[in-house]
């Protein structure tokens, strides 16, 4: 027995996190219709019989729609939105419930895991797709199944494992924007039932928005990522796979760009150049960008008991730091910097139990350890001189007057006309004519704050998952999860330039702990999350299911200086969900979809309270969600096969919570939750001979407007961005031995103008930033298999 087929007879005893391939489902006319395989029940099933919302991609589907990072992948996924910033501030939303903070404080909404391993935490959660087998994507709540932090869903990538038989690929590529690829990977066969694989990619591109003030252009890309894999099959019964994962990305600045201030000779368009900038002295002189490393190991081991029980162990360890400087005004003017520092470290050991002896009860028990530390420094620098002219209508009180005397000042300093109420407006923001402000009060050209908050998680999880087939087409799926949770979180806040020049106090921004001294606070939290479904085969083509799931995001016990404690306890957040869908097999193709309704309680939303001027965090109370979702896969001709998706999902704020108390987002939708989503591509075998087969593959994905903020009319409702759709495509020539190939390839074919976030840090401080998404972007690339 190869070590393939050794692996493959342990998956399909039951490992969630190993390899399993697409499989072909005989319809009742006899004509075979391909139906991915998936584990997203810790078994290996037919993605016809998962009675979940599964969207699930296998080599060949990423390959045939060019999938290789997540913002690619949430194209084709209904349900699903994905927004990157950078590698290191990424987010991800599964219904229109995001995911994106990046304090170490924080918890997750959407689970992400890496062959069984969550690697959910924001700053560490982006990584490249490549040498990948299968991603399954899972909505709804999933908890029972993906554990902490899947309150509305979970994304799972399973990696490429090692073969005990040689191959070998590589692909260069190059385009316009300074684009330069290469990717591929080796397998050696170490001996029978033993093999050793590696697999790399690096990924180049400039930044495709100028900044006017020199340096590289913004919103660009640098990833390098490798990935050792050793895999083995001592016995019949027994196999593993030891994998090491390293990734490090070095981009370019954000591109964020004012949409109050022009940038100089120039405006406010955000998909025109930007005059970004930092201060000479912030962090050691370090420039605009990231530098973030992320590394994982993960064991993976099966042993079989016997024909029915299979013992699976999944251990992984992680962590990542990263550092990213950012100029979050927008604007040419020295008025803010800003860096994060982040840091994490993970590990976990699971053991689960899984049982089918082939009869009607199949299902599994288990446990899960899991320990994190993490922490996130941020620096912030200003010119006081400009930072008292950009914040006059918030700092009045610091300096005890009211804004007209404040605009008397100014009229005294050569500034006649300025209304502070609206400063920017028209207000001659000239660096030279700010810095004679400081004849006001003692300003300074560099002032410097500093605040952190770090946390420590220690959890315990016992969960167990049954399905009984009551009839041959019939069954019943129960699961239960019981998470125990130990929290301690951590934080300071401190000048580190002396008394700051509003309130001559300790901070301005920061928020400021005594003495600016670190300050901690303990938590034990526990709860229950489960899951009830039944799957009606209709007939051999059609599937029927409903399920009734609970999520939870973990209780949060994070800084809050305005509170007598220092702290704030945020409960957990909960979503009770009820969800119908079908999976039906055609001649020459498959429907599947679903309808949802969910209710969340205690809904955390962090705002910028200017009284204090800092971000605090709300409960903004309940909201209910209801929609659909649909995907369907067809082979139009022996030539040709066509993949469709649309999702239509409506989230809003309630009215009141649950004590009838008026909210004050009542009737705002969800940022990131476009109300629909349409993606279409068409795979086309446009001719073949001895010479070899060219293909055609054009991808268009649409979607109606989102809102980047919660709170839909801040602003006046400019933080959104209006219905858009993105036309991609792909000319590839394969030999025909199928050996070489070479390709042309285009994203955004219409050069369409389209924002991948608004708001941001600077709409804290009344200036919203934009940051807009890639323009038209081509290239070639040429490969070889071996």
């Known amino acids: 027995m190869t070590l393939k087929s050794r692996l493959l007879t342990a998956a399909a005893l039951g490992a969630l996190a190993l390899s399993t391939p697409a499989t072909f489902a005989q319809d009742n006319a006899g004509e075979p219709t391909d139906v991915i395989r998936v584990t997203t029940q810790f078994r290996e099933q037919s993605l016809a019989d998962v009675p979940i919302n599964v969207s699930a991609f296998d080599e060949e589907r990423l390959d045939a729609l060019d999938i290789a990072d997540f913002e690619d992948l949430a194209a084709f996924t209904p349900g699903l939105i994905v927004q990157e910033q950078s590698p290191n501030n990424t987010g991800y939303s599964i219904r229109g419930i995001t995911t994106d903070s990046g304090e170490a404080t924080s918890e997750t909404r959407v689970a992400v895991f890496q062959d069984g391993v969550s690697i959910t935490r924001s700053r560490g959660s982006y990584v490249e797709l490549f040498d990948i087998e299968r991603v399954e994507i899972a909505k709804g709540p999933q908890p029972t199944l993906f554990g ?18 040689f191959s070998a690929s590589v692909e260069v590529g190059a385009g316009n924007e300074g684009q330069i690829e290469a990717r591929g990977h080796v397998n050696f066969a170490l001996s029978e039932n033993y093999g050793l694989r590696f697999a790399a990619v690096s990924r180049e591109r400039d930044g495709y928005i100028d900044n006017a003030l020199g340096g590289e252009g913004l919103q660009g890309r640098d990833t390098q990522a490798l990935r050792m894999v050793f895999s083995g099959a001592p016995t019949d019964r027994f196999s593993f796979d ?12 954000t591109s964020f760009k004012s949409g109050t201030i022009p940038a100089p000779g120039g ?35 099966d042993y079989a008991l016997n024909d029915a029980w299979t013992l699976s162990s999944i251990t992984g360890w992680r962590d990542f730091t990263s550092v990213e400087i950012f100029d979050p005004d927008g604007t040419f003017l020295p008025f803010l910097a800003i860096a994060e520092d982040a840091t994490g470290e993970q590990f976990s050991q699971e053991f689960r139990l899984s049982y089918d002896n082939g ?48 605009e008397g000042l100014l009229a005294l300093n050569g500034f006649p006309g300025v209304d502070l109420d609206d400063p920017l407006n028209p207000f ?10 400081g004849q006001l009060v003692p300003l300074r050209s560099f002032y410097l704050e500093e605040g952190s908050n770090s946390a420590e998680t220690t959890s315990w999880d016992i969960f167990a998952d049954a399905s009984y087939a009551v009839t041959d087409r019939l069954t019943l799926t129960a699961g239960l999860r019981y998470t125990a949770e130990d929290k301690t979180s951590a934080g300071y806040g401190r000048s580190l330039s002396g008394p700051n020049f509003v309130t001559f106090g300790d901070t301005l921004i920061t928020p400021y702990t005594p003495n600016g001294a670190e300050i901690s606070q303990s938590g034990d939290f526990d709860d229950f999350t489960w899951r009830f479904a039944a799957s009606y085969a209709v ?41 119908a869908g079908a999976f039906i097999t055609f001649d020459r193709g498959t429907v599947s979809g679903s309808v949802f309704y969910s209710e969340y309680e205690n809904f955390q ?28 896969d067809f082979d139009l001709a022996e030539t040709a096969n066509l993949f469709v998706s649309y999702a239509y999902n409506m989230a809003t704020f309630d009215d009141t919570d649950s004590a009838g108390n008026a909210l004050e987002l009542a009737g705002n939708r969800f940022r990131y939750a476009p109300e629909h989503t349409i993606a279409l591509g068409l795979d086309w075998d446009v001719a073949s001979g001895d ?16 809102y980047f903020d919660n709170n839909n009319d801040r602003f006046g409702g400019v933080l959104q961005q209006e219905a858009h759709g993105l036309l991609n495509a792909r000319l590839r020539y394969e030999s025909a031995d199928e050996r070489y190939h070479a390709e042309l390839y285009g994203s955004n074919l219409t050069d369409e103008d389209y924002l991948i976030d608004a708001g941001n840090t600077g709409g804290a401080f009344g200036m919203p930033t934009y940051i807009a998404g890639a323009p038209l972007l081509w290239g070639v690339r040429i490969g070889a298999d071996f």
């Not at 409903?546 to 305005?562: E, H, L, M, Q, W």
């Not at 800092?614 to 109370?621: E, M, P």
């Open 359 to 406: 009869g009607r009860l199949t299902g599994s028990v288990g446990a899960l350890w899991f320990t994190e530390e993490g922490e996130q420094r941020i620096p912030i620098a200003m010119d006081e001189r400009v930072a008292q002219a950009m914040l006059a209508p918030t700092l009045a009180a610091g300096f005890g007057a009211t804004v007209a005397q404040l």
């Open 242 to 253: 030891l994998i090491a994962n390293y990734q490090q990305d070095t981009p370019p600045g």
């Open 605 to 632: 939303s962090s705002r910028f309270d200017p009284n204090t001027v800092s971000f605090v965090t709300d409960n903004a109370g309940n909201a209910t969600q209801y929609g659909l979702e649909v995907q369907g």
């Open 267 to 301: 405006d406010i368009d955000p998909f025109t150049p930007a005059a970004l900038n930092t201060f000479g002295g912030f962090e050691g002189g370090a420039p605009l960008g990231l530098d973030r490393e992320v590394r994982g190991v993960t064991l993976l081991a």
């Open 691 to 706: 010479w070899g087969s060219l293909s055609f593959l054009p991808t268009w994905s649409w979607q109606s407007k989102i």
């Open 148 to 165: 902490r932090g899947a309150l509305i869903g979970g994304i799972n990538i399973i990696q490429n494992k090692a073969d005990d038989e």
């Open 539 to 579: 007939t051999d083509r059609i599937n029927t299911w409903a399920s009734f799931a609970r999520g939870r995001r973990p209780d949060v016990i994070s800084v809050d200086t305005t509170s007598p404690t220092f702290f704030s306890e945020a409960p957990a957040e909960i979503v009770d969900s009820l969800e």
């Open 428 to 437: 001659p923001y000239s660096v030279a004519g700010l810095l004679t402000l």
